[in-house]
Nanobody, 122 residues
């Protein structure tokens, strides 16, 4: 089992920045690829970003490419999502998730956090 806890969400104005954190406990964190996903009201959960277990491979959704950066610190069992130039359409609950082997496919992720709300005002 891997337990994941997100933090860092909040209310920010358009153009602002937030950094989300996801702290992991349980099984060895460093063997898992990590992903960030989001779900806006009335919409399906969607992929945002993913990072391989070593941190050397990253994937991004086109909608966040160039604005968001995913990173991880295996010594701290934590993955981050730096979000810059935020837009109102980035408003959603953001979830982190873990699986062996990096992928952008939502249903392949086995472990999920409870989510953190990000609200971007215009």
């Amino acid at each position: 089992q891997v337990q994941l806890v997100e933090s860092g969400g909040g209310l920010v104005q358009a153009g602002g920045s937030l950094r989300l954190s996801c702290a992991a406990s349980g099984r060895t964190f460093s063997v898992y690829a990590m992903g960030w996903f989001r779900q806006a009201p009335g919409k399906e959960r969607e992929f945002v970003a993913a990072v391989s277990w070593r941190g050397n491979i990253t994937y991004y959704a086109d909608s966040v490419k160039g604005r968001f950066t995913i990173s991880r610190d295996n010594a701290k069992n934590t993955v981050y999502l730096q979000m810059n130039s935020l837009k109102p359409e980035d408003t959603a609950v953001y979830y982190c998730a873990a699986k062996r082997g990096i992928t952008t496919t939502i249903h392949e992720y086995r472990y999920w956090g409870q989510g953190t709300q990000v609200t971007v005002s215009s």
